[in-house]
């Protein structure tokens, strides 16, 4: 992985990252030791290079189990319980998965959303399936989850028997506590541990996310590598200059401070959709607290240049972008030549279509940075698996060392209870009879 921040330091005075270097090296080192804000959840800092070949065996296992009794999986699981396993599965899928035939079983994700649509439509097209039950959930009581596992557990139950639903539902959560944790216990389920100091958003490296990515088939071994290998690159160790977290979070926050308000996350392919929803999950929790943070945002070009083109081109001067760039595809396809011509296309005969793609990127950068919107650059050799890991491990310590620059706590989440405690008065839950009254007294 290489990232390229030369096109993003020329709307900044001279020396202006490398000013960060003190700073950042600061909040490298209150992570190493511990003592920064949120300081009981940086499991995830040298998770890495402290997971075993026989702890990959055993996920590979139950994935095994599986898939050999499945044709379809559903993952549960919402927010850092289900972005990092969607993200890597949509990165390394075909595009157009649903529509072929596949060994592998359909992975299909719930629980991230409260849908009376969803859900039914999901259950309809699960009559008669043989299908199996991932539930993800750290605290074990998150309503979009909860409901889909009532859900989901009596359908496989009332499909597969009670002995067979016991093979194929697995549970992911908390050690002791939790709804999700008394149910997977009495029903005797397989389970997997979310360490207590590993926050949601930080966990796709954790069971959360490698059991529903080697479900689909693909090796988990290799995306830990690729974290491992970038957990060295981003080492307190390793110089400023080549260090890529210090360099992009120093980036980032210069940028900031400069009045660059929004960080739109750009790619150019749309297997990478969904990166940036787990991107801007890790950014936008971890970052946006204290009335302050660069809001996390995304886009998939071209398509969204003839959408969203005009207002990045030309709209408020608040913004800069991060581009994921692929080097090669993992296919090959030419423009072919025709002999009429009618579509004046035979001047791109014979080039590769990801060569017009990259020129496409190129085209754009040139024109953003015209148009007054620094740019960043990370570039992966491929698509596969060793990269995607360096990514997800580059962008976690990036975040963390840049929400600790901003300021923040960047490992709490204080603010997504707030529609919790509504929801829970509306629907008059028990225990929140007081808020229940002081919220009716509002309609
Ligand atoms: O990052 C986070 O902590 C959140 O997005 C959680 O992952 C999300 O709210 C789901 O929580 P839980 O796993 O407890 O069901």
Known sequence: ?????????????????ESYEAEVKAAQQALEDGTCAGNDFLGWLHLPSSITPAFIAEINDTANTLKANCDAIVVAGIGGSYLGAKAVIAALDDNFTWLKPSNAPRILFAGNNISEDYLTELIEYLKG?????????????????????????KLCEDQMGKDMAKKVIVAITDAKKGAARTCADKEGYKTFVIPDNVGGRFSVLTPVGLLPIACAGYDIAQLVKGAQDMEKQCDINVPFAENPCAVYAAT???????????????????KLHFVSEWWKQLYGESEGKDKKAIFPASVDFSTDLHSMGQWIQDGERTIFETVISID?????????ADDENLDGLNFLAGKHIDEVNHKAELGTQLAHIDGGVPNLRISIPKLDEYNLG??????????????????????????????????????DKPGYEAESKAIQSRL
């Open 1 to 17: 992985m290489k990232l390229e921040i030369n096109k993003a330091v020329q709307f900044l005075a001279a020396g202006k990252v």
């Open 129 to 153: 399936v043989k299908f199996g039950v991932i539930n993800i959930s750290k605290s074990g009581t998150t309503t979009e989850t909860a409901i889909t596992f009532r859900l989901m557990k």
């Open 252 to 270: 980032r926050n210069a940028l900031y401070a400069s009045g660059k308000k929004i960080e739109i996350l750009v790619n150019y392919q749309p």
């Open 328 to 336: 090669k595809p993992n296919s090959s396809l030419t423009v072919p």
């Open 390 to 427: 360096q990514l997800i491990y580059f962008f976690e310590k990036g975040c963390g060392v840049s929400g600790l620059l901003l300021g923040v706590n960047p490992f709490n989440q204080p603010g997504v209870e707030a529609y919790k405690k509504n929801m829970f008065a509306l629907l």
